[in-house]
C-alpha cells in the first residue's frame, strides 16, 4: 500500500511537468469526435453508460468510449462495441497511461473530452489530463485544474454520472 502511495505521488509529479496545450475549443454545432472517460463501480451500472452512449448528441459522430471497470482480476470485462474496458495493468507503475489502448486515447485530437468521472479516480484523472482533446469537460473539482469547462453539481446529484453528462451538454450548448 505504501508502494502503490508513492508511485502516485511520482505520478502526479510527472503530471504537473506536462505542459497543457492551449487550442481553441470547436463550436458545439461542429463537434465531430468525441471522447469519453467513465469509471464503473460495478457492472450494475453499465446500464448507464449504455444509456449515455445512446444520446442523440453522439449520432454522426465519432465516439470513443473509455472506461475503468472495477472488478477482480479474475472477472472478465464486458465486450461492448464503442467502448474500451481498462483496468490497472493498462497503466504503468506510476499510474500513468501505459498500455496501447490508454495511449492510443490519449493521443486522439477529439474536439470535445467528457470527463465523467464523479469521484476522483488517479489513472483516469492522468488520462485526462494527457488527452490531447481541444476542449475538456467534467466536474468542478480542485484536483480538475485541467478541464476548460467545469460543471458543478449539488451534493444530491453529485454521484449521479448520467446527470453530469446532461449537465455538460446544456452549458456546452449555452457557451458555444
Not at 485530437?109 to 469537460?137: E, G, R, V
Amino acid at each position: 500500500m505504501v508502494l502503490a502511495s508513492i508511485r502516485k505521488i511520482s505520478g502526479k509529479n510527472k503530471l504537473k511537468k506536462l505542459k497543457v496545450k492551449n487550442v481553441s475549443p470547436v463550436p458545439f454545432l461542429k463537434i465531430k469526435t468525441v471522447g469519453l472517460i467513465y469509471y464503473l463501480k460495478n457492472k450494475s451500472e453499465l446500464k448507464y453508460l449504455l444509456k449515455i452512449q445512446k444520446n442523440l448528441f453522439f449520432e454522426n459522430k465519432e465516439v470513443q468510449i473509455i472506461c475503468w471497470l472495477k472488478t477482480t482480476k479474475k472477472k472478465p470485462q464486458p465486450h461492448l462495441e464503442g467502448i474500451t474496458f481498462i483496468e490497472r495493468v493498462d497503466f504503468n507503475s506510476n499510474y500513468l497511461p501505459g498500455s496501447k489502448a490508454a495511449r492510443h486515447f490519449c493521443e486522439q485530437n477529439f474536439d470535445l473530452l467528457m470527463d465523467l468521472n464523479t469521484d476522483y479516480h488517479f489513472p483516469l484523472h492522468a488520462l485526462a489530463i494527457m488527452s490531447n482533446a481541444k476542449l475538456k469537460t467534467g466536474i468542478d473539482h480542485k484536483l480538475n485544474w485541467h478541464l476548460q469547462v467545469k460543471i458543478k453539481l449539488n451534493d444530491a446529484k453529485h454521484n449521479s454520472s448520467s446527470y453530469l453528462f446532461d449537465q455538460i451538454l446544456k452549458y456546452l450548448e449555452k457557451l458555444f
